[in-house]
């Protein structure tokens, strides 16, 4: 018999490093003809940081996306930025290159300003121009650079962002361990064959807090992976040891999810602005994850009635958990 | 002027065209004309002292160039984003797939030939597998400062009170399992020398971790060592450790030949991290209405062979054993724990996701007890803006679980028709 249930888990998670300082750093360079060249630490492993730090430096700059080279994680040409991991990279190298790309704009800005004789404070860089208020100037960002030149000014920006936490009391743990968190809802929806033991997850809905979403189908990506990857976590995946050696080395005795084992995922991006974040983003690569075994393993009890307290639950312990209970109720 | 012109557009993954094509270049892509290929001699057994490595035989293999052991090693041999236990090549041997020598060869044929002609002698010692049995006061210590390699602490307000005061007292023991990243991209690199300055290109998820790290261990000065990660296949923590780094400097240095090495499928699973698996005994305190009163919890994480990541994951757990929620009494205390098994560093998570399988379960077994839904008990305990964590933080901004429960729940409500019957 097949049996339907549903799930839901909620989760939290700090951005950085805990309770430990994780610095980042950036430089910017704003090139002659209005391009520019970002170094930045940061290694994309695949989570798409260099596309988002690209689009941080452009909009600070005022300049479209494909106007910015991303330099990345070369330890001879670019600074330290720190671990690709804690669901980092987004708020604090974003903010890192937002501080770099901020110092050249302010440079760029303060030129155009005694130019067209107006106060710093009303001038801005958008779309390629100088702005004043909300009217663009007529003058291009590349000419203002041209006059930067003209006066010896190279237009070079530096900017570093470490996470403002605290220490942790070694006895009670009281302290500021992150700068902020992301914040999710999972729900999922699956279906249990009673008689294989075999899980099927039919959807999963992801609500994730990323504060803002620099770039939206970035984060579904993020969900999207994260929810296949608890999938595996909550279902299919174990290190098998046998007096400490691994019994499945491989991909046909391992098993992970595959595109059929993965069901429609409907993500909700929720972007409750973070003042601290580069342009109000936290983050979302791992708790995209987080919640998703948690969800299914409440579904399962929801369709069984039975609680599972050992991941993976793979058919074998679905079934004998089944078993168990008839046999209490035999009595 | 708009607001934004750029943030919050979907624009192309600027590293996605080159991957799509098939152009983008992966470390195990990187032919360098000349190379040697390297290959490393892995622990069999789980725990033992190295004696003596008799390497005379395998250097006569044709192709071979050259055979390192820990005595090769120009540093310090020892490396660990946090704490430094792990070695290069190792003396003494603490799990089934310890690194014992490194072959250098033209060819890989030969390097596996000689790989098989290395003679091995060692001391065993006693293996520890059972995390339990390893923290045992009389366990024989894996590592000089113990096994209990660290414990963490999150205590707050009267626990033993809240639990007598309470309605509902429910008691939960949880066990997760041991996991592989399974990256798509296995660890590979290349390595070289430019002048005087080592170059090593690998895929990594901190080139600047890993300069430190092999600076350290190869005895070079930080400016003399060049770190460049290659287009990345997959990270999810597992290359956040040192893997072929430190392989692929030692022989370049020594040999002052370009190298490569490139770790298959089993190489990966054996030699590499693994997401902790968690023993969490968990017991939830709430009142009649099913507003949580107080949890204490005990975790005991086992890191295996050495640290790696392995704190950090055990302080995340803890700090986040409460999951998003107000409770107001708290007693978690968190256990590293070294054993004889491979080691556990970083995934996706740090611990978290182990702690939401307890702590969600759990909040489901109060929701039941006190007869009211899982949504009902989630509304009635999440943070709010001005709430206190349980390191007595304060929540000011940015506090979004209160919309991500309400959206979730309004969307799964549309799609999933039989949630709705059933009125939870």
């Known amino acids: 018999m097949k049996k339907r249930g549903y799930g839901i888990a909620n989760m939290w998670y700090g951005i950085g490093n805990t309770a430990n300082p994780n610095p980042s750093g950036a430089f910017v360079d704003f090139l002659d003809d209005g391009t520019a060249i970002v170094l930045t630490g940061c290694a994309d492993i695949g989570q798409g940081s260099s596309t988002v730090l690209a689009q941080i430096a452009a909009e600070t700059l005022g300049i479209c996306v494909e106007d910015v080279v991303i330099v990345s994680a070369d330890t001879e040409v670019t600074p330290d930025a720190g671990a690709s991991s804690a669901s980092r990279q987004t708020y604090v190298s974003g903010n890192a290159v937002r501080l770099a790309a901020e110092n050249v704009r302010n440079q760029v800005i303060a030129i155009a300003a ?36 003209s006066k010896g000014i190279l237009t070079l920006g530096h900017g570093s962002y470490n996470p403002v936490t605290t220490e942790l009391d070694p006895e009670t743990g009281q302290g500021i361990p992150y700068a902020t968190y992301a914040f999710a809802t999972q729900v999922s929806e699956i279906e249990v064959d009673t008689e294989t033991g075999i899980v099927e997850v039919k959807q999963i809905v992801a609500a994730h807090d990323v504060g803002t979403a620099i770039n939206p189908q970035n984060v579904e990506g993020q969900i999207e992976g994260g929810c296949a990857m608890g999938i595996g976590y909550a279902l299919l995946e174990e290190v098998i040891l046998k007096d400490g050696e691994i019994q499945n080395p491989g991909m046909s005795t391992y098993l992970i999810p595959t595109a059929l084992d993965v069901p429609e995922i409907h993500t909700i991006i929720i972007e409750e602005s973070e003042i601290s974040g580069p342009y109000g983003a936290k983050g979302v690569g791992e708790p995209a994850l987080v919640p998703t075994a948690a969800a299914i393993a409440n579904a399962v009890a929801d369709a069984l009635g039975i609680r599972m307290y050992e991941l993976p639950l793979t058919p074998e312990k679905i079934i004998a958990a089944i078993k168990n209970r008839k046999e209490v109720e035999a009595i | 002027m708009p607001e934004y012109n750029i943030i919050g557009k979907s624009v192309q993954r600027i590293d996605g065209p080159r991957k799509v094509s098939g152009e983008a270049q992966y470390a195990a892509d990187l032919d360098i004309p000349g190379a040697l290929c390297l290959k490393v001699l892995r622990s069999k057994v789980a725990h033992a002292l190295l004696q003596g490595i008799d390497t005379r035989e395998a250097l006569k293999v044709p192709g071979v160039v050259g055979i390192f052991t820990h005595v090769d090693i120009p540093g310090i041999n020892s490396y660990g984003i946090i704490v430094k236990d792990q070695p290069a090549l190792t003396n003494r041997v603490r799990f089934k797939g310890d690194a014992i020598a490194l072959v250098a060869a033209e060819d890989e044929a030969s390097a596996n030939k000689a790989l098989r002609l290395i003679k091995v002698s060692l001391q065993d010692l006693s293996p520890i597998y059972d995390i339990r049995e390893a923290m045992r006061e009389d366990a024989p210590a894996i590592h000089e400062t113990g096994n209990i390699l660290s414990v963490y602490k999150v205590k707050k307000g009267d626990v033993e009170s809240a639990f007598k005061q309470a309605d509902v007292v429910i008691p ?152 998003p929620y107000e409770v107001p009494n708290v007693d978690i205390e968190a256990f590293c724990v070294y054993t004889n098994n491979p080691f556990s560093g970083a995934m996706r998570g740090f611990g978290t996701p182990q702690m939401a399988f307890a702590c969600e379960s759990q909040l489901d077994l109060v929701a039941q007890a006190v007869n009211i839904s899982p949504l009902e008990i989630r509304r009635r305990n999440i943070f709010q803006k001005g709430s206190l964590t349980a390191t007595q933080q304060k929540l000011d901004v940015s506090v979004g679980i209160g919309k991500t429960l309400e959206a979730a729940w309004e969307k799964a409500l549309q799609v999933m028709p039989g949630l709705g019957d059933e009125n939870k």
């Open chain 1, 114 to 149: 005694e130019l067209l004789n107006i106060p710093t404070e009303t001038v801005s860089l958008s779309q390629g121009e100088i702005w004043n208020s909300d009217k663009s100037s007529g003058m291009s960002i590349k000419e203002i650079i041209n006059k930067c030149r």
């Open chain 2, 172 to 323: 939960g023991s949880y066990t997760t399992q041991r996991v592989e990243h399974c990256y798509i991209e296995t660890e590979a690199g290349v390595a070289y020398m430019d002048n005087d300055m080592l170059v090593i290109k690998a895929g990594t998820q901190n080139p600047h971790y890993d300069r430190r790290d092999v600076a350290r261990v190869l005895g070079l000065a930080m400016n003399k060592l060049r770190i460049i990660q290659t287009t990345t296949g997959g990270g999810f923590g597992g290359k956040l450790d040192i893997s072929v780094q430190c392989f692929l400097g030692l022989a370049a240095l020594k040999l002052g030949r370009p190298v490569k090495i490139a770790y298959d499928r089993q190489e990966s699973f054996v030699a590499t991290g693994k997401r902790h698996p968690f023993f969490i005994d968990y017991i939830t305190a709430a009142n009649r209405e099913g507003k949580l009163l107080a949890v204490k919890v005990r975790i005991v994480g086992d890191t295996g062979a050495y640290a790696s990541y392995g704190p950090a994951t055990l302080l995340r757990a803890a700090v986040h054993a409460t999951g």
